[in-house]
C-alpha cells in the first residue's frame, strides 16, 4: 500500500521514490504563516501535523494507511529570523547577502499520521554557504532557481555550489530527512526497509 505523501514537492516526491517507497502525493491544505512570535522549532512542528491532518481529512484514510507530511524552513545566522521562499529578486538578494559566508540551520519538521498513532520528529541541520560576490548573487539569481526555494537557495541544485559544509543530514537540507524518517516508519510504524 503506498504511503500517502502529504506534499508536491518534487523533492521530496525523488527522496521517496529513491528510497524504493511507493507514493500517493496529495496537496495539503494548510496555512503556512507563522503565529506572531512563533519560534522556528514550534513552527515546523505545527505546520506538519496540520498538512497531515489535513491530507488525512481530505479522503477517507483507512485504518492501515500511513500519512507522511513535512516542513522545512531556513533560520538566519540569528538563530531567530525565518528565511521564507523570496517574494521577489530583491528580497532573495538580501537574503544570500545575509548567508554569505555563514553557518545558518535548517529544520524539517516531518509528522506521520495513521488512525491510531501520530508521529512528530524535528530533524536539525547547520549549513555554511561559502562566501558569495555580488556578481554570484545575482547571476544565481538569475537562473530563477532561488525564487520558490526556503532561504533563497536549494542545496541539490545550482546551489550545491553555494554550499561549503553541512553539519547533520543531507537530504534534511533538500527538505526530507531520510535517515530518521526511515527509522520511524520501520521502529514505530513497522514499514520496514531493508528486510522487504
Known amino acids: 500500500m503506498p504511503i500517502i505523501l502529504a506534499s508536491t514537492s518534487p523533492r521530496r516526491i525523488e527522496l521517496m521514490s529513491n528510497a524504493g517507497l511507493k507514493v500517493e502525493v496529495r496537496k495539503p491544505d494548510a ?6 512570535g512563533e519560534k522556528p522549532r514550534a513552527l515546523v512542528r505545527r505546520l506538519c501535523l496540520a498538512k497531515a491532518l489535513s491530507a488525512a481529512e481530505n479522503r477517507a484514510v483507512s485504518k492501515s494507511e500511513i500519512v507522511v507530511a513535512a516542513d522545512t524552513i531556513v533560520v538566519a545566522p540569528n538563530g531567530r529570523q525565518i528565511l521564507g521562499k523570496p517574494t521577489s529578486a530583491r528580497d532573495a538578494e538580501k537574503m544570500l547577502n545575509a548567508l554569505s559566508g555563514r553557518w545558518h540551520t535548517v529544520l524539517t519538521g516531518y509528522c506521520i499520521w495513521r488512525h491510531d498513532k501520530k508521529l512528530v520528529r524535528v530533524v536539525t541541520s547547520k549549513v555554511k554557504m ?3 560576490t555580488k556578481a554570484q548573487i545575482r547571476f544565481y539569481i538569475g537562473t530563477g532557481e532561488p ?3 526556503a532561504g533563497s537557495y536549494a ?3 545550482l546551489g550545491m555550489a553555494l554550499v561549503e559544509s553541512i553539519r547533520g543530514s543531507y537530504t534534511n537540507v ?3 530527512p531520510m535517515t530518521q ?5 520501520e521502529q514505530r510504524f513497522d514499514i520496514p526497509f531493508f528486510a522487504r
Request: proline residues 4%.
Open 147 to 149: 525564487m520558490d526555494k
Open 155 to 157: 542545496a541539490q541544485g
Open 181 to 185: 524518517l526511515l527509522a520511524d516508519l
Open 174 to 176: 533538500v527538505g526530507l
Open 130 to 132: 561559502r562566501k558569495l
Open 31 to 36: 496555512d503556512e504563516t507563522p503565529i506572531r
